[in-house]
């Protein structure tokens, strides 16, 4: 016996509507658990030095309490971090909604390393230091993907162009001119469509070329090229 089918439900759609839907929530709650656990830390480590007795066992529940506030830290932060890509993406762009998205990650990662580092009474003082001197050597050895990272930055800030724009750049760097359009605008490389092929350009370099927009084509169908 064969029943009329009637419009048919997409299954994994809905299920990742309704992900999508409780996302935020159960990064809010979170959120609120972290807090929570960050209080209860500190407020048995404070318990415990003022009752000498129950020294040992406060230190069991500040540590646990610590240890569960790193853990809804994380989850907070990659839950609200991805909420906010997923909010801006339709009205800022893919490649906007990206750099709020890692702002917002390291700023919460950081924020939830030093306050467990502080909840565990480890001098952080020392590791801010000792953390300084590290980022300075490695930023030396990563100085050409950091000035990627920067130029790609202050291109979604300035907006030179968008994407879909087709757009003509000149400087030593890239041989001369090259003719695309483009495709995206990442944190790295800007890709263009040069009618042949994608090429990725580094941002750095993009920076400091000369951007204009691409001249209509002429009578053969070609654009014209500055000698």
């Given at each position: 016996?064969?029943?009329?089918?009637?419009?048919?439900?997409?299954?994994?759609?809905?299920?990742?509507?309704?992900?999508?839907?409780?996302?935020?929530?159960?990064?809010?709650?979170?959120?609120?658990?972290?807090?929570?656990?960050?209080?209860?830390?500190?407020?048995?480590?404070?318990?415990?030095?003022?009752?000498?007795?129950?020294?040992?066992?406060?230190?069991?529940?500040?540590?646990?309490?610590?240890?569960?506030?790193c853990v809804f830290g994380?989850?907070?932060?990659?839950?609200?971090?991805?909420?906010?890509?997923?909010?801006?993406?339709?009205?800022?762009?893919?490649?906007?909604?990206?750099?709020?998205?890692?702002?917002?990650?390291?700023?919460?990662?950081?924020?939830?390393?030093?306050?467990?580092?502080?909840?565990?009474?480890?001098?952080?003082?020392?590791?801010?230091?000792?953390?300084?001197?590290?980022?300075?050597?490695?930023?030396?050895?990563?100085?050409?993907?950091?000035?990627?990272?920067?130029?790609?930055?202050?291109?979604?800030?300035?907006?030179?162009?968008?994407?879909?724009?087709?757009?003509?750049?000149?400087?030593?760097?890239?041989?001369?001119?090259?003719?695309?359009?483009?495709?995206?605008?990442?944190?790295?490389?800007?890709?263009?469509?040069?009618?042949?092929?994608?090429?990725?350009?580094?941002?750095?370099q993009v920076?400091?070329?000369?951007?204009?927009?691409?001249?209509?084509?002429?009578?053969?169908?070609?654009?014209?090229?500055?000698?």
């Amino acid at each position: 016996m064969h029943l009329q089918d009637g419009p048919r439900l997409d299954l994994s759609a809905q299920v990742a509507k309704v992900k999508e839907k409780t996302r935020p929530w159960k990064s809010i709650i979170a959120l609120v658990l972290a807090i929570a656990a960050a209080v209860t830390s500190e407020w048995a480590r404070d318990f415990g030095h003022f009752f000498e007795k129950n020294h040992i066992s406060n230190q069991v529940v500040a540590a646990g309490t610590a240890a569960a506030f790193c853990v809804f830290g994380c989850i907070a932060t990659y839950g609200l971090s991805g909420k906010a890509r997923s909010v801006l993406e339709p009205r800022a762009g893919a490649a906007h909604a990206a750099v709020v998205r890692y702002t917002l990650l390291l700023i919460g990662a950081f924020t939830t390393l030093v306050v467990t580092l502080v909840l565990f009474a480890v001098p952080v003082g020392q590791l801010v230091l000792g953390g300084a001197l590290t980022s300075v050597f490695v930023g030396i050895a990563a100085q050409q993907a950091l000035s990627n990272v920067f130029a790609g930055i202050v291109l979604l800030l300035s907006r030179p162009f968008r994407v879909g724009d087709a757009i003509r750049l000149r400087a030593g760097a890239l041989g001369g001119q090259l003719d695309g359009t483009v495709t995206e605008i990442g944190i790295t490389y800007v890709r263009l469509d040069t009618g042949t092929s994608i090429m990725a350009v580094p941002n750095s370099q993009v920076l400091n070329a000369v951007v204009g927009p691409l001249p209509p084509p002429d009578a053969d169908g070609q654009s014209p090229r500055v000698p």
